[in-house]
């Protein structure tokens, strides 16, 4: 009786250490299995905030795929402005520019078209060598702008030192003895009129604005 009691206190007190060892067990290794996950859902939201701070979460990434403006953010750049040296006719596509340099004793002329795109010619008082005349650089402006409609030109630069006839006679067109014109006052009508002329534009079409020397640009 003794040694079957001992015996079985003894199997039951070793079924019951095993039994709080076990439980202990389970609640030692569910503890660190919660904080396994708790230590994973930690980690899972500063990672979600990096991803969208680095730009690689999930809806970026879509973006990119999808061509929508987040995959793009760098603007194209703009083409170089056309650059018109003195005696030249050169234009620009619609949203282009135009740009003339050093325009001191120069007019500029510039079409504008209806379609957005812009002609124009840079008039210089002296010829330069390979380049056209006064006299003949308004003829070849109308010609390169053709039948294309026109909404404007517009003549800048140093007004006061044209007379409206070097469009018509160049100074280098006179010969010894004859008298070569020099404006006494500026003259921006006749300038207009005839630049109108030349072109074969109404004159209401035709401004003239006198400008300080320098580049010209033209949008």
Known sequence: MFIREIAGRGWGRGRGLRDRGLRRGL???????????RGLRLLAVPAAVLALY???GPAVAQSRLDGSPAASTTAPAAAPAVRITEG?????????????PSVTSCLTVTVRLADG??????????????????DRILGALRSRVGDRPVTAV?????????HPGYFTKAV????????VPYPTRPDPDGLAAAVADGLGQPRAKVSVTDVPDGDQTVR
């Open 27 to 37: 609640r030692v290794r569910g503890l660190r299995h919660g904080h396994r996950k």
């Open 54 to 56: 680095a730009g690689t």
């Open 88 to 100: 030249q006719v050169r234009e620009a596509g619609p949203g282009g520019a135009l740009l003339y």
């Open 117 to 134: 795109g812009l002609v124009g010619a840079h008039a210089s008082l002296f010829q330069v060598p390979g380049e056209y005349r006064s």
């Open 154 to 162: 517009e003549v800048r630069g140093a007004v006061g030192a044209w």
């Open 172 to 179: 280098e067109s006179y010969g010894d003895g004859e008298a």
